[in-house]
């Protein structure tokens, strides 16, 4: 008997070429999907599992007030609070500060290679998996020149990871000191929050009072081990009592000087959260990924198998009548409905089977590209594992069950009369096959609109007047010799201007200014020299800028949100502000200007002219039609100045592009994803066309025979389709209004949403369904009507 069904499944999918190639195409792209995303979803909840402590690992955590009142979750401590837990509540058995250095310069004979940098304290081998390949975790990062490396930095500059005792010459404070190896790691899997390459002892990095009393400091992470079976709340209570103790006192200090609103509140965060957690990640942790993001790529995932499902169901009932007459012999031949049903079922695994198999294919194939867009590094090697076999298998019988079970309940309870003598049809009006249509349109038209909206918000983040104009400005970080260089470069003709700033651009500090009783502690500081504002075309709206490059450190420029968060009426020329003790005297008013992306609300600033020229960061202003030679000669100046440091730099175009890199990524997944939707609605449309054509070719023949000419059947056939896509984009829109405009409030600076939104995704999904239902539509009126009329 199977081999008879397997043979009639065959037979049938051969017969039916091209309805068994647009069944097998819809399952395996939407089958792919789901398994690129299930990695991806596999992947996020996998951090740091490997770590055998990690039920007993929490990250000490703050959630507090700001003293403007604002609620805050902040995930950094100073370096304090983990020495003064561990001795004083004994549930914790260890502690670990981590921080991130950036990137320190590694000299290897005549080379310099910048390498990422990690400070620890030596408990870090203690409560993370990290085995040694060589050297005891006792006797690593005791001394503040020791330093563990993993296995891949020991072959790259070792050859072998036979390199404990050895030395590498790291530049960590200006010059290049030699750094003895006293452990190889092995290579830190990619799923673990925390990851170094090099790894340096903690608290030689620290000042004294950071690791004493400073418990306002909020730069690293903590991460404390807990006794086994202990619960964290109480922990957590102890904690807190600890820190009323020791800086309550100063807490009430602050709340004297900023305000009464301001309140902390230490926690625990469990290890195992950190990766997709609500307090965020940075300085020595890998970056995550809010958890929002697995589960809309995991509700993309469930929407394109839903589609798939509703394609194969439509096209297998589009198909059914053409194997009306196969049933009917089945049944009068003794077959029961449960031995059919069990032939449908079977056929619709065979196919899945098929399309499981393509599906691999296509994720091999695309797996890169998703790894660009999702910032991952996936293997199609994952799939090789017993999890997800499990998945696979499970993707493949849920698949076989949602696309298979209703046309096998259909097909099995046809009448074997009205099948022998050519009578049948589905029962009622098929509702049951448009409202799959409408449910596939409403996903992919929601979906549509979502990219519209995206696509317009990135442009909109991307195009938008900054208040400055940062074409060909080209920024790289210079340690020192800034006069020097400068001097140097200017002397070419395709260097148009050179200016220095204290740091990035991009990131400028915080610092609490004073405005008579107010005090300003959202303000952002800048600190440059006098040819800054003039590089960057930032207008002085008010007094002057900044004259010649000594300056004066009492003098500075605010901008016009300053102003605002001042309470100042009159012009602001002459007024002074406080920061700390030193008094400053407003001199020039400047527009308001993006230093940081539109994600965020422009602050108060303060710009000063630094009291002498030691800027880490400078801006090169270049002649467009000279980059290349541009480029050349400050890379020439940059080396002979600074011979053992390699140059960084960057155009101010692209840093500011990088900031929406996540966005741009998203809109790319979201974009790909919605046509992929569309696509296999198209095909879901298809077939219920082809069905409601093959059921009405009688009627088309009594219309051709009373006169009705290929238009107008073309017409009435499509609008009962094109009503369909309609309803769908009826009820899309105001559902997609809602999220997107839900998913908007994120931005400060945003796109209105016009109503040509909603229009513009509806006509094309319009014009998409039509062009999908022509072609039967079209083939259905030229038809021979004497061919569909002849058996009555």
């Not at 100073?78 to 001795?87: A, D, L, N, S």
């Not at 010059?175 to 799923?191: E, H, R, W, Y």
């Not at 695309?366 to 660009?372: G, H, K, M, R, S």
């Not at 407003?586 to 020229?613: R, T, Y």
Request: charged share 15%; hydrophobic share 45%.
């Amino acid at each position: 008997m199977i081999k008879n069904y397997l043979k009639s499944a065959f037979i049938n999918m051969y017969r039916n070429k091209t309805y068994t190639l647009i069944n097998i195409f819809g399952l395996s792209i939407g089958l792919a999907c789901v398994m690129l995303i299930t990695l991806y979803i596999k992947d996020e909840v996998s951090f740091d599992r490997f770590n055998t402590n990690g039920a007993s690992i929490y990250r000490v955590v703050q959630d507090g007030r700001s003293p403007d009142g604002a609620t805050y979750k902040n995930g950094f401590t100073g370096g304090v609070e983990g020495i003064t837990f561990k001795q004083e509540i004994p549930e914790i058995n260890e502690f670990c500060r981590i921080n991130g250095g950036g990137s320190v310069l590694v000299k290897k004979g005549g080379n310099v290679i910048s390498e990422p940098i990690l400070y620890a304290d030596k408990s870090i081998f203690k409560i993370f998996s990290f085995p040694l390949i060589s050297g005891k975790s006792g006797s690593v990062l005791n001394d503040p020149n020791d330093l563990v490396i993993t296995e891949a930095i020991a072959k790259k500059y070792f050859g072998s990871t036979d390199a404990v005792g050895k030395t590498l010459q790291i530049n960590v404070s200006g010059k290049f000191s030699p750094f003895i190896i006293t452990g190889v790691a092995k290579n830190v899997p990619q799923n673990s929050t925390v990851h170094f390459s090099l790894l340096m002892p903690i608290e030689p990095s620290l000042p004294k009072s950071y690791t004493t009393d400073d418990w306002f400091s909020m730069f690293l992470n903590t991460f404390v081990y807990v006794r086994p079976g202990v619960n964290p709340r109480d922990v957590e209570r102890k904690m807190n009592v600890i820190f009323n103790q020791d800086a309550g006192k100063k807490l009430a200090e602050y709340k004297k000087q900023f305000g009464q609103k301001l309140s902390v509140r230490f926690n625990l965060e469990p290890y195992y959260k950190v990766h997709l957690g609500e307090y965020g990640t940075g300085n020595g942790l890998r970056p995550s990924n809010k958890v929002d993001y697995s589960l809309i790529l995991g509700g993309i995932a469930a929407f394109i198998l839903f589609i798939a499902c509703i394609n194969f169901i439509n096209l297998t009932l589009s198909r059914s009548l053409r194997r009306a007459k196969e049933i009917g012999i089945r049944k009068v031949n003794g077959s029961s409905r449960a031995q059919l049903i069990v032939q449908f079922m079977g056929e619709s695994f065979l196919l899945t089977l098929i399309a499981s198999l393509i599906s691999l294919v296509i994720l091999v194939i695309c797996l890169p590209e998703f790894n660009e867009l999702a910032n991952k590094n996936l293997q199609a090697g994952y799939l090789l594992t017993w999890q997800s076999a499990v998945i696979f298998v499970a993707l493949i019988l849920v698949n076989t069950f949602l696309a298979g079970f209703y046309p096998a309940m259909v097909l099995s309870g046809f009448n074997p009369v009205q099948t022998l003598y050519g009578k049948l049809k589905i029962n009622g009006h098929n509702y049951f096959g448009k409202s799959l249509v409408v449910v596939q349109f409403i996903i992919a038209v929601f979906l549509a609109i979502g990219t519209i909206v995206m696509l317009k918000q990135f442009n909109y983040l991307v195009n938008s007047d900054l208040g400055y104009k940062p074409q060909d400005i080209v920024d790289l970080q210079l340690p020192h010799d800034f006069p020097a260089f400068k001097s140097d470069l200017s002397k070419y003709p395709f260097i148009k201007s050179i200016s220095g700033q204290m740091a990035s651009f991009t990131s400028v500090y915080a610092d609490l200014f004073e405005v008579g009783d107010k005090k300003l502690t959202s303000t952002s500081f800048l600190g440059i020299d006098n040819e800054f504002l003039n590089e960057l075309n930032i207008p002085v709206i008010q007094g002057h800028g900044f004259y010649n490059m000594a300056g004066d450190t009492t003098e500075v420029l605010v901008n016009q949100a300053f102003v605002k968060a001042a309470g100042w009426q009159d012009s602001p020329l002459g007024k002074t502000i406080k920061q700390g003790k030193q008094e400053l005297t407003v001199i020039g008013l400047v527009h308001d200007f993006h230093s940081a992306s539109l994600n965020s609300k422009i602050n108060p600033l303060v710009i000063e002219q630094l009291p002498k020229p030691t800027y880490g960061d400078v801006l090169v202003k270049i002649d467009p039609n000279q980059k290349v030679k541009a480029i050349e000669a400050i890379q020439h100046e940059y080396k002979k100045l600074i011979a053992d440091a390699p140059i960084q730099y960057n155009f101010l175009t692209d840093e500011l592009a990088d900031q929406y890199d996540s966005v741009n990524k998203w809109k790319q997944i979201i974009t790909i994803a919605a046509a992929i939707s569309i696509l296999i609605s198209c095909l879901g449309l298809f077939g219920l066309a082809t069905l409601s054509i093959e059921q009405r070719v009688k009627e088309i023949g009594v219309r051709k025979v009373l006169g009705a000419s290929i238009a107008n059947i073309s017409v009435v056939l499509m609008t009962n389709f094109l009503k369909l896509v309609f309803i769908a984009i009826v009820i899309a829109s105001p559902l997609a209004w809602y999220a997107m405009n839900k998913w908007l409030e994120d931005y400060p600076y945003r796109i209105s949403m016009g109503w040509w939104v909603l229009v513009s995704a509806g006509l094309g999904a319009l014009i998409i369904a039509c062009a999908t239902i022509v072609f039967q539509s079209v083939k259905a009126a030229l038809a021979n009507p004497v061919k569909s009329l002849r058996s009555e």
